[in-house]
């Protein structure tokens, strides 16, 4: 299933217009032959498809885990959803109790800035992309105060790009420097390379394959 999930996650982001090739200026200001955005995600049944393709990745890469975790504001839904999709796998069909925070602590009511589920056990991170690692740093935080454990952290696509100004790239990826700091792994649903596959699958998407490969070139690890 593994691979297939991958390409298949890839056509349906294409489909969805969540993924896009062409020019576009990214936030670190670099231009990019694609774009990525996961908030455009953003219909009952496109949400749904994409918390199917999170557990799947999720069960494929094999990690022990307790409950799902989601930070502000992102990672709220796709917690939520994607603990509706284990709960319906026809593999796992197991009940996963998940969590998120918010940005801002509540001074009435149960208070805190923790909703959903006690943060107990192995806790999976759940977000779309990681781009400076700040929401996996307080998510991090966040569970070990707790006194529980982050056990993975689950993205939607892994960019395979390193930071930093052309002329000082950083030796790492923003994925690899989570995985380097906090010693877990980081599970993506698709990544840049299979991106590139599909490029060489599919003659429509030609044009730009040589556009996406000096990218990847030029900023891949």
């Known amino acids: 299933m593994g691979q297939n999930n991958r390409l298949d996650f890839v056509r349906f982001a294409l489909e ?23 908030g455009l995600f953003n219909s009952g049944r496109s949400i749904g498809a994409l918390a199917q393709f999170y557990a799947q990745a999720l069960i494929d890469s094999g990690v022990e885990f307790d409950m799902l975790f989601g930070p502000a504001y992102k990672g709220i839904p796709l917690s939520a959803t994607t603990s509706v999709a284990l709960a319906n796998h026809p593999d796992l069909g197991r009940d996963v109790p998940f969590a998120f925070n918010r940005k801002e602590a509540k001074d009435h009511g149960e208070g805190g800035v923790l909703v959903g589920a006690p943060l107990q056990g192995k806790i999976v991170i759940i977000d779309d992309v990681i781009t400076a690692g700040t929401s996996v740093r307080e998510s991090v935080e966040i569970i070990r105060a707790a006194g529980a454990t982050p056990a993975a952290v689950l993205i939607a696509l892994d960019r395979m790009e390193r930071a930093g100004a052309d002329d000082a790239l950083s030796p790492h990826s923003a994925v690899q420097e989570v995985a380097n700091t906090y010693g877990i792994p980081v599970v993506s649903i698709a990544s ?20 996406v490969a000096a990218y990847r070139q030029k900023y891949g690890v």
């Open 16 to 38: 969805q217009g969540v993924l896009k090739f062409g020019e576009f200026k990214v936030k670190s200001g670099r231009l990019s032959p694609y774009f990525f955005n996961a």
């Open 192 to 211: 840049l390379s299979d991106i590139m596959q599909l490029l060489e699958q599919e003659t429509s998407f030609a044009e730009h394959q040589t556009a």
